[in-house]
């Protein structure tokens, strides 16, 4: 799955900012490929990039117009189509992470027809995958593992691959899910792939590349979640790690959407991943711990890195307070 | 999904018993439901059903029309589509396994709508699923587990399921595959399912019931194969199991298609399946060992399984040859 940035990054009458976490990421992580956002009457949040409409979100030169949303249900919401069609009419390719499909609705598809003009719906791949071949390639791989679902990997990841980049060493980011994709441009939806073709998908999205060259894969799930432990394990054995960086969230009292599932110890979570890797790569090892400690303050959080560092032998940071050097130090 | 026996058999022109074991499964384990079986000019192979025309087998009362093959690029001859429409004309739905669709092929699709037939392709599961809650169901559930794929873990499982009916105890089995959903007329095809729903489909498959009712849910893959580990471990958790049966082909060489793969011992299978699995069920103990012995000779195979039982402290039988009531007794 492959993107044509520059986005102009659609939020609508988004009031709530955990709703356009699809726009904020890319906003963030990638604000070059963004030329603008374009809001709806009645929009009470902001990416922090400049606001302006269709046209000019055109003549700033937009490639694709990206629904940014990552609303619950998925839903895309009829009131947005009219924008749509007049973000194609205008030029732009369009691109959307929700569970409903541009492709399903009519009028949008005739009017990208019209166009010439591509609908991406990034939870619905399309590729056709092989089934997974476990085989070595060159080059070296970083995985993002997670002590429970939505603490940080991605930011980890891009974190990682960045403060890489910035110390010389030839890394890229490989995105797994649908904001990373956006964030790089391209990448493979792992959890909306057929379940045969998970390890395989990987396989592919992270090929043979130079010996000193490293893979930042973005992790998704967690091996301790019973809904999406399968994803996860799936993507560790297509990604075959050499290195991981386990990612946690400080206070949360129990597994993302199951209050009846504690959290695991992230001494449990290392030894229960370096376990499974080996499969498919003995000679995996865990490299860091990344915390999310946004729920403390920073004379806290800076405590709890020093103690869980000291206590597992490992560094420990929250990559937005403190970076991510001293992980990088380890590769 | 849910099919409607009986069934006519569709067999081609296929001259490989391999490549029928579709329909060899159903004619195998569910004669009842199977009419007969219908050949085209050429073909050197039969399920055991009796030969019949279309016509005889609309005759002989077949509701359903299916593909039997299992050919390894899943691949719709060309050559059999004007059966397929006879078919229907003659009033019966279709059912394939096959990774190509019927819904694919226009003349298929508008026999089907002028006839008021259904087309089901197995391995493309159109319901929508929801994610796993790993919330404890009643009932006990039996998962086959395997050291690798195509070890037995359908036959096992129909062995045991029909073995407790027989002693009097309420089981029933659960297809998660093609051929065991020809089996039993329904199931869920799990390595089919986008990744996000693995656990949560199995869920669905299997439901809350009377508490002295087992459910043997079929297993896929396994947790040592590369490719396919996610799939495996999904279905452990959706499973929740009480109770595993291990399940091994003697005498394999390497992962199947993975050269490069040695096969896990049983110990280690054991002790990795037991550790994932009490994630959702602490309670989890494997109840024995199910050993496809065709390798070797009778004898050869009562001594391996004689060794195995003592060294392991389980039962150890193989299904086929010695039945599997020395498990049924440990539940």
Not at 156 to 162: D, H, K, M
Not at 202 to 210: A, G, I, K
Not at 261 to 283: F, G, R, W
Request: aromatic share 4%.
């Amino acid at each position: 799955m492959v993107l044509s940035p520059p986005y102009l990054l659609f939020i609508g009458d988004a009031t709530d900012p955990l709703s356009i976490k699809m726009a904020k990421s890319v906003a963030d992580w990638n604000p070059a490929a963004c030329v603008g956002e374009c809001k709806l009457p009645g929009c009470t949040v902001s990416t922090g990039c400049s606001p302006m409409s269709i046209q000019e979100g055109a003549k700033a030169g937009a490639n694709t117009f990206v629904l940014g949303f990552a609303n619950s249900g998925g839903i895309i919401d009829t009131a947005w189509i009219p924008t749509i069609i007049e973000a194609i009419e205008a030029g732009m390719h369009v691109v959307s992470g929700l569970h409903d499909k541009l492709t399903d609705i009519p009028e949008v598809v005739a009017a990208a027809k019209k166009h010439g003009k591509t609908l991406t719906d990034i939870r619905h791949p399309t590729t056709r995958f092989n089934t997974g071949k476990g085989l070595k390639r060159s080059g070296k791989r970083l995985l993002t593992v997670g002590t429970d679902c939505s603490v940080g990997k991605m930011y980890t990841s891009l974190s990682l691959a960045n403060a890489m980049n910035k110390a010389g060493k030839k890394a890229t980011f490989r995105a797994t899910g649908q904001s990373g994709i956006l964030v790089a441009g391209e990448g493979v939806a792992i959890d909306c792939v057929v379940a045969d073709f998970i390890s395989g998908a990987v396989e592919t999205l992270s090929p043979h590349n130079d010996d000193d060259h490293w893979d930042i894969i973005e992790g998704q799930g967690s091996l301790s979640h019973p809904a999406f432990a399968g994803v996860s394990l799936g993507l560790l054995h297509g990604s075959q790690p050499d290195a991981l960086v386990i990612c946690h969230a400080l206070n949360r009292s129990h597994m993302r959407g199951l209050p009846h599932y504690p959290q695991p110890t992230l001494e449990d979570v290392i030894a229960m991943t370096t376990k499974a890797a080996s499969l498919t790569n003995p000679h995996v090892k865990v490299v860091g711990i990344a915390v999310n400690t946004s729920s403390v303050s920073e004379d806290d959080a800076r405590q709890y890195c020093a103690k869980t560092s000291a206590d597992l032998g490992l560094p420990c940071t929250d990559p937005l307070r403190f970076g991510v050097d001293s992980i990088v130090e380890q590769l």
